[in-house]
């Protein structure tokens, strides 16, 4: 018989702001001791080094973190030229050095190649899995880490400052899977030198922003009390962009007990054009979300059952 979760079943998300040198398990495992949460996830790990936006699930809403996943994601950082590290960031050994100090007609005129549809090769320090192992795992023991290129979408990459000639600041837009310190490693490359992120902070994931964040310490000087409070944001905040269906009672009865019914009454009676099959749609009754669903072969087939 499994064990069941401890604590209270909490269902939501919280716009977490993580600190520095903290990694995003334990950022979870904080969350979960202040509110003696039941069960609790992320949607989309920082580094340690990293600051910012990282989104908790409690309870029902980690059946959604793949679309917190899914979401653009936006980055504010520093670069220090002049030295690459085995890590791509500061702290990981120095693996090459280089004189020279890009300029800032320089980078602005190599920034254009990494916007779009790019090809990246992730960083070896990355979780990544190679051979039913973390990459970061076998890079740590110095093992060879071959890692294949993958196609990312960088929508927006913009040099914002630069203090000194050792250093500079950009801010990203981009989508699912990129790795920055890939970028600033590759756009180091391009422009004739080395380079690693010193700084690095997520300033969005999806639906998730500054605006409705909550700093680890506040959250846990409110501690049960967060739930009661405006941080924590409903099941459906991240599936905004995902289409609902209006299911009758009996509709709503079946899908929660994991069964498919027709699309064509409900498509009938819903305002909806262009559900195609394999399509994720939000199943209701009334504002309670039954299911995140899938269209397909006529049918409306429940993935992720709500319970709560």
Known sequence: MGRKNSGVPIHGWISLDKPRGVTSAVAVARVKR???????????????????????????????VSFAMDGAKSYTFEVTWGA?????????????????????????????????????????????????ERAYAKARRDEEVVLAARTVQVTDFRLTGMADADHARFA????????????VRDLAQAIGTVGHISELRRTRCGPFSEKTAISLDNLEALGHNAAQSAHLLPVETVLDDIPALALTAEEARRVSLGQSIALWPVAKRSPLTGLTPGMAVQAKCGDKLIAVAEVGDGMVRPVRVMNH
């Open 34 to 64: 202040a509110l003696n949460a039941a069960k609790v996830g992320h949607g989309g790990t920082l580094d340690p080094l990293a600051t910012g936006i990282l989104p908790i699930a409690l309870g029902e809403a980690t059946k959604t």
């Open 84 to 132: 690459a590290t085995a890590t791509d960031d500061s702290e990981g050994a120095v693996i090459a050095t280089s004189d020279k100090r890009p300029t800032t007609e320089e980078i602005v005129a190599a920034l254009p190649a990494f916007i779009g549809a790019i090809q990246q090769v992730p960083p070896v320090y990355s979780a990544i899995k190679v051979d039913g």
């Open 172 to 183: 990203v837009d981009c989508g699912k899977g990129t790795y920055i310190r890939a970028l």
